[in-house]
């Protein structure tokens, strides 16, 4: 081993920028960053142009092309799941919608066991410290403004918004100015990783700006095949690259890979349920039964509707618009492809037995799927709506020592009667929210699923056979004490429990999935780890009131943790 470093960064997504960012800050640590796949060329227009995000999902150049087992409730079908292979990771390729989750999800957090210091109180300093807000006031006490990550909200000017906005507001739920502020619950324009028309991802934020750091080192096309082991020490890592292989010394490797290359390289490298890795003729470092458990994701449709009048962005879904439309892009970062174009939604309460939203939607002034697939009407639009935190739970497993074979994954979506009951919900509430007068006008008809599905048998179906996942696979290396047999990593270290030298910082940390896109909470989660791995103090607490249904706004109190 001719290299040594003191952290290795397994993953150049977004917890890895983060990461290698922050762990080389003060010049004193050599760090490397590790990344499977290629750089993300400024020149590439497949990443850098907002609208475009469609396009690089389902291409071995970006994506690892992973997909799900045969789901066993919604009738043997494999669901895709599309994650960012390149620098950046899946903020490269996704949708660019920033959602903190509501505070109580990380309330929930803190009641575990051992998790007091991932309370909302504690991780809000962290969201505040990663963003640049440009759209609330300097004073506003929820949002930051200095941070790497600068976030247009909306515009959300197209009439269509509007329309669905005060449908909404006549079917009896809120507006909100900030979901991602005081009041989550509610309606109104959503905050984006777009910048002057152009995608922000986490390697753009914070490992550009950086790069040239002589104590940090960005190697791109590096795939890494196993943690390198003294016993239980990690002494470093073996990777392929350019046809050869290296192997690097490290003083402590740091997995960022994500929801499913974390606890797939981890269970390759001996870590997970013994007599599992044992049956595959890998000799087990230690007994982790939750590495690949608790796996948690959302799954979401889109109800479209098509529209009477000519004001949606169907048109600029036709080919001859394209030269065009990519023209205004090049010359201005303005025009149609300047935008990521979920500019707004919101988040409800299906149901009285919920405390806090369990339902998100996000509106498009256009009827088309995620891979591009549009729907056969000259205007249209939609809502993507799915359940928020179900009970569902799934696993992952290699199902062999080839670090280049995808891992076996069942999500078990619709297993559960909660979820179950609550997809049946949101497809009730949505079709009320869009019979109202308001958006009337605007409305000339349900495409999908159609008036012919109406029972709960028939939606629950429906479901079943159109769903795809919002890509938000998490939680399958979760956070807890030592004494919780199925937990993974140390939530006050982010040490992986029984190693020396190995940490998990990315979205597998997670203990529960988080009300949104997961894109912010896995921002928050490695600002906050980076500062636990270095031995940094702590961002002290902010205690501040939040929105919680069936307290009056005006006497709600301060929050004391």
Not at 316 to 325: D, G, Q, V
Request: charged share 25%.
């Amino acid at each position: 081993m001719k290299e040594r470093y003191d952290y290795v960064i397994i993953g150049g997504g977004s917890a890895g920028s983060v990461l290698g960012n922050r762990l080389s800050e003060d010049g004193t640590r050599s760090v490397l960053v590790l990344e499977a796949g290629r750089s993300d060329y400024p020149w590439d227009l497949l990443i850098q142009m907002p609208a475009a995000l469609p396009y690089p999902a389902g291409k071995s150049l970006y994506d690892w092309k992973y997909e799900s087992d045969p789901e066993p409730y919604m009738n043997g079908r494999r669901v895709k799941h599309a994650r960012g292979k390149v620098l950046g990771g899946s903020s490269s390729i996704n949708g660019m919608i920033y959602q903190r989750g509501n505070p109580k999800d990380y309330e929930r957090w803190g009641a575990d066991p051992g998790m007091e210091t991932w309370d909302f109180a504690h991780c809000l300093p962290y969201f505040k410290r990663l963003e640049n807000t440009l759209a609330s006031d300097p004073d506003d006490e929820y949002r930051g403004h200095d941070g790497p990550i600068k976030l247009e909200r909306g515009p959300a000017k197209n009439p269509l918004f509007q329309a669905f906005f005060d449908a909404a507001v006549e079917a009896g739920y809120s507006r909100t100015p900030d979901v991602n502020g005081y009041r989550q619950e509610g309606f109104g324009p959503f905050d984006k990783h777009v910048y002057k028309g152009r995608r922000l991802s986490a390697s753009r934020a914070y490992l550009h700006p950086v790069k040239r750091r002589k104590n940090l080192t960005i190697r791109t096309r590096a795939f890494v095949s196993n943690i390198d082991f003294d016993g239980t020490r990690a002494k470093g890592v073996t990777y392929r690259r350019n046809g050869k292989t290296h192997q690097v010394h490290a003083g402590e490797v740091i997995l960022a890979g994500g929801a499913i290359n974390t606890p797939q390289l981890l269970q390759l490298s001996g870590v997970g349920d013994a007599e599992h890795l044992r049956s595959l003729g890998i000799k087990p470092v230690v007994h982790l039964p939750g590495v690949g458990e608790n796996l948690q994701d959302h799954l979401e449709a889109y109800i479209q509707y098509s529209c009477p009048k000519p004001v949606s962005e169907q048109p600029n879904l036709n080919k001859a618009r394209m030269p065009w439309i990519g023209l205004q892009w090049l010359l201005g970062r303005k025009g149609p492809a300047a935008t990521n174009h979920f500019e707004g939604g919101g988040f409800i309460r299906s149901n009285d037995e919920v405390d806090y939203p369990n339902l998100m939607y996000h509106f498009l002034p256009v009827a088309v799927r995620y891979d591009g697939q549009k729907a056969d009407t000259e205007h249209g639009f939609q809502v993507h709506v799915g359940p928020m935190y179900s009970d569902a739970r799934g696993s992952l497993k290699i199902r062999s020592k080839d670090p280049k074979e995808h891992p076996s994954m069942v999500y078990n979506y619709l297993s559960t009667e909660q979820d179950r009951r609550e997809w049946v919900e949101a497809v009730r509430i949505t079709r009320e929210i869009m019979s109202q007068s308001a958006i009337a006008p605007y409305n000339s008809g349900e495409i999908s699923p159609g008036p012919s599905v109406q029972t709960d048998e028939e939606i629950l179906d429906w479901v079943a056979n159109d769903a795809e996942t919002a890509l938000h696979p998490s939680c399958t290396a979760k956070m807890g004490p030592d004494s919780d047999p199925m937990s993974v990593v140390d939530p006050k270290t982010m040490k992986v429990h029984g190693l020396d030298n190995v940490r998990v910082v990315d979205a597998s940390a997670m203990p529960y999935v988080t009300n949104g896109n997961i894109h912010a909470p896995v921002l928050m989660l490695a600002e906050k780890a980076a500062d636990l791995i270095i031995g940094k103090e702590p961002l002290k607490p902010v205690y501040v009131d939040y929105y919680r249904h069936g307290v009056d706004p005006a006497d709600a109190g301060t929050v004391t943790g």
